[in-house]
């Protein structure tokens, strides 16, 4: 007899309407027996929560939670996560239209229990041939974070990979028990990198993560971000919660010796946006993120002492297999360089 573990679905939502519809539609679709959806409404003005209630009316598998205000992506998601009731949970994005086997892919691949979170493989929405979006996702040793293969033809050339070291938010597969052990996301970080920081912290519990090439998400490139978020506003989120997940994850020694590089890599990008770009307003996203996590350092060094004390068995050596070689970061610098 084949089982099927309840799946909860958390679609967060904030001035959706041009998209949400076609993603709560195929999700619904799923050929699957056991979901629920639970869309997460961050305070729209836009009618998009309408649409969906005249839309899916009778359909009991979807609740709608409103909150007052924007909570952002992590507070947004952690609204959603506790209220689940499934086994798992799956955080997608509103941008993202499903195929109609994607849930019992994902449900198949974490049959493994040591398997607390998993990527879906994702497509470029609209492309042929098929683009990669996320796949295989890394990091170098200073947080850069590496999707390898994205913007590239999808010809299954990763399809055999088996774990990565971490999945990304737009379709992030969540084992619920092992939440209760490591944490839910940091609400401190806003939006951006809180996948990082989860999918570490799960890494340190001594879980896996692995990509379920078999369960497509198709994704249309993280349109609310986009649309309602400046640049320079979206690499402050970046650069602050890139130095907090160093801190609170890293073992002493490797907090170090990496930390410093990090700190003084966002200082030759601030002077490079500042003198040769004449950018002051994305330049100064460098010193305010780090002077953000000065002002939060408190919670940082509290959340790294419970993460060093309760969460971590493994050691970074472990965890650091999964790091890519290449220094992401003088890749991010070369595009920063070129405009």
């Known amino acids: 007899m084949v089982a099927y573990p309840l799946i909860s679905v958390i679609i967060l939502n904030y001035n959706g309407k041009g998209f949400l519809e076609e993603c ?20 729209s003005s836009d009618d998009s929560i309408g649409v969906i209630e005249k839309a899916f009316v009778q359909d009991n598998r979807l609740k709608i939670i409103r909150n007052n205000q924007n909570l952002m992506f992590t507070g947004g998601n952690n609204v959603g996560i506790l209220q689940a009731k499934g086994e798992l949970i799956i955080v997608l994005n509103n941008d993202t239209v499903v195929e109609k086997n994607w849930l019992k892919e994902i449900s198949k691949a974490m049959q493994d229990e040591r398997i607390a979170a998993s ?21 170098d040793r200073y947080g850069f974070c590496n999707g390898i293969g994205r913007g590239t033809i999808d ?3 990763y399809d055999g990979t088996d774990e990565i070291f971490y999945a990304a938010g737009a379709a992030l597969v969540l084992r619920k028990k092992v939440l209760d052990e490591v944490g839910i996301f940091d609400e401190k970080f806003g939006a951006h990198w809180e996948d990082v ?15 379920i090439p078999k369960a497509v998400v198709y994704h249309k490139g993280s349109l609310t971000m986009t649309r309602f978020a400046k640049k320079n506003a979206v690499s402050w ?4 919660n890139r130095i907090a997940g160093l801190i609170k994850n890293y073992n002493t020694a490797n907090l170090i010796m990496n930390l410093p590089v990090l700190l003084l890599i966002q200082f030759l990008l601030f002077l490079w946006e500042l003198v040769c770009a004449k ?11 780090i002077l953000s996590n000065i002002r939060n350092l408190r919670h940082l060094l509290k ?9 971590r068995k493994v ?20 595009r920063t360089l070129k405009g």
């Open 24 to 43: 709560i539609d195929s999700v619904l679709k799923s050929d699957y027996p056991n979901f629920e959806v639970i869309l997460v409404d961050n305070a």
């Open 119 to 139: 990527q879906p493989k994702m497509l470029i929405y609209g492309s042929s041939p098929p683009i990669l979006d996320y796949t295989v996702n890394t990091m």
């Open 155 to 157: 010809r299954g050339q």
């Open 197 to 211: 920081d989860l999918c570490w912290r799960i890494r340190l519990k001594g879980y896996k993560i692995c990509f």
């Open 237 to 240: 989120y970046v650069r602050k």
């Open 279 to 289: 950018d002051t307003a994305l330049a100064i996203s460098s010193p305010m993120a």
């Open 303 to 311: 959340e790294r002492r419970r993460i060093q004390k309760h969460v």
């Open 315 to 334: 050691s970074d050596k472990n965890i650091s297999v999964f790091f890519t070689k290449r220094p992401v970061f003088l890749e991010f610098l070369n």
